[in-house]
């Protein structure tokens, strides 16, 4: 087999990721920015990552059933504490939710010291292995997406403030383990803010933004050997600048 033959199999699964990412999270990403609460992303991320945490310091087998359940009942827990207190303490949503999210991450840390590969955990947990994403996980993923995105844009109007919560922890729980803490960050985030001027077409020039940003960081991660995941961070935050300066300077939507 080629070189360019094994890289190609190794790409197009990442690839798919992150427009499955992409595809759930720019809807998203623009409640989010609109709600004014874009830290809640790395909160509830940070959680799901926990019960992750959590289900391998308990013994469970790392991609098993237990520890995605740990993960999910974590991020939903975590998600309807921050609904409960955005009711309670609208005022100050977005610190409890900076505080939420370090009290997560620390206890993770915490979770992780006597652990050899702590430390390999917590990288995989923040910067992810996007390269190593298996089209067994695509699958099951692309399910779990397309029924979060028939709930979102058919039943949106229904589900009150509680059930975007919902929605949005099962679709972080899901994404933090296929790309990591900041590329679920970055997508949510950089695409709605981009476009936040743009009066029409919003979701479709924020869809292009993703899919650009995680094709051109994986090309470069090929020819330069460097880490998939930062490059395609920095890869989509450069086309988001490029396309807030360029364009449409109109009041937002």
Known sequence: MSAAAIDFSIVWPAFVAGLLVTATHVPLGVQVLSRGIVFIDLAVAQIAGL???????????????????????????????????????????????????????????????????????????????????????????????????????????????????????????????LVGLYLVFTTLIVPALATRFFVRWRLAASYVLGALGYAAGLALSMVSDLPAGPLIVCTVSALGIGMFTLGPGRVPV
Request: net charge neutral; hydrophobic share 60%.
């Open 51 to 177: 019960g992750v945490v959590l289900g391998d310091w308990l013994g469970f087998e790392p991609q098993g059933g237990a520890v995605q359940t740990a993960a999910l009942a974590a991020a939903l827990a975590g998600a309807l504490l921050l609904n409960w207190t955005e009711r309670r303490w609208p005022e100050v949503q977005e610190a409890v939710i900076g505080v939420t999210f370090i009290l997560a991450a620390n206890a993770a840390i915490l979770l992780l010291a006597a652990n050899p590969h702590g430390s390999e955990h917590l990288k995989d947990l923040l910067v992810g292995q996007i390269l190593w994403v298996s089209p067994g996980r695509l699958a099951l993923a692309a399910l779990v997406y397309a029924v979060l995105l028939w709930v979102w844009f058919g039943r949106a109007e229904r589900i009150g403030r509680a059930g975007f919560y919902v929605v949005f922890a099962c679709a972080v729980t899901v994404s933090v383990q």
